[in-house]
């Protein structure tokens, strides 16, 4: 489990959009947000 955890994380952040990000991953969240500076 431990070995895997690694690519877990890496798809959440990637592919998985949150409510409280406005339904965007993270990474398209912190995308826009670089973007806007």
């Not at 955890?5 to 406005?22: A, T």
Request: aromatic fraction near 10%; proline fraction near 8%.
């Amino acid at each position: 489990v431990m070995a895997r955890l690694p690519e877990w994380i890496e798809d959440y952040n990637r592919s998985h959009p949150h409510k409280g990000l406005k339904m965007k991953s993270p990474w398209e969240y912190r995308a826009e947000l670089a973007s806007n500076e």
